[in-house]
């Protein structure tokens, strides 16, 4: 199959040239979502979360009462259940997105390659 033979209307000559471009661009969109989706980002367990995340930053109570004490780790307990769910959610919608987007830019693909071929093709 001859894309840009000497034979061929301009117009089709520009249409294979947008159609190629189109296909190569779609290809490299399901290239790097595929790499996203197999290289995504784990999904740690609360207590590995609570492990590396929680206890960044985490300042010793400076109060002399134990209720206050208490309190206080409640309240960081609470904090890191409720970044961790955000967390554990925005990764799983991100892998989802991926997937979408992989998804849609393969069947793109292959409609600009059958476009491609059905133009082209010698009746």
């Known amino acids: 199959m001859k894309l840009f033979a000497k034979e061929k209307d301009i117009v089709l000559k520009i249409v294979n040239s947008i159609l190629i471009v189109g296909a190569i661009i779609s290809i490299i969109v399901v290239i790097s979502t595929g ?31 134990e209720e206050g004490k208490i309190a206080l780790e409640k309240e960081r307990e609470a904090d ?41 093709k010698k009746l």
């Open 35 to 65: 790499i996203n989706i197999i290289n995504g980002s784990e999904i740690l367990t609360y207590e590995e979360y609570a492990k590396e995340v929680c206890t960044i930053d985490k300042l010793e109570y400076e109060g002399t009462d």
């Open 80 to 120: 890191c259940k409720n970044f961790y769910m955000m967390d554990k959610r925005e990764k799983k919608e991100a892998k989802k997105a991926n997937i979408n987007n992989f998804i849609i830019s393969l069947s793109t693909t292959a409609v600009f390659l059958i476009v491609i071929h059905v133009l082209n």
